[in-house]
Structure formats: structure tokens, C-alpha cells
């Protein structure tokens, strides 16, 4: 199962099994969980997003990235970062 929760004061993104045992903790800090989707029986999409502005603009847009997640690696890594066909 998948969750976001908070515990002591921080939100997480929790796996755990049917029985309730915790398998991984992600934080999430300020970025709004938008979607979660199970690839296979052990990796993870989260979609997420932040609101923030451009450098050159006042206006405040929301950024959106996705978060692949490893369970049996314990491994989170955000996709297409710093990837150069990717560019921000």
C-alpha cells in the first residue's frame, strides 16, 4: 500500500504491506502529491508538484516533476533531472 502521511511533524510518502509494516519512508516536503501509481509490485510513479515563480516573472506558476520510487532497492530519484533534453 501506499500513503502520504505525517509523522512527527513531516509529510511522507509510506509503503507498507497488507499487514501494516512499513517497507519505505519518502519525505515529500512542501510538493503536492498529485498521483501515485504502481509500475510493478516494486517501483512507484508520484507524480508531484510546487508552486514557485519564474526568475524573470512575479507571477507564480506550478512546477510539476515525477518521482520514481524502488521498494526492494529502498531507492527514490526524481526523473529527467538535470537531464540535458530536458531542460528547465
Known sequence: M????????????????IAGDDLLAVPV??????????????????DVSQTDHWYFD????????????????KTSKLLFDKNHKFPI
Open 2 to 17: 501506499v500513503s502520504v502521511s505525517q509523522v512527527s511533524g513531516k509529510r511522507y510518502i509510506l509503503v507498507r504491506t
Open 29 to 46: 516536503q512542501d510538493h503536492k502529491v498529485r498521483n501515485i501509481s504502481w509500475v510493478d509490485n516494486t517501483h512507484i510513479l508520484v
Open 58 to 73: 512575479t507571477n507564480n506558476s506550478e512546477f510539476w516533476s515525477t518521482v520514481a520510487i524502488d521498494v526492494d532497492k
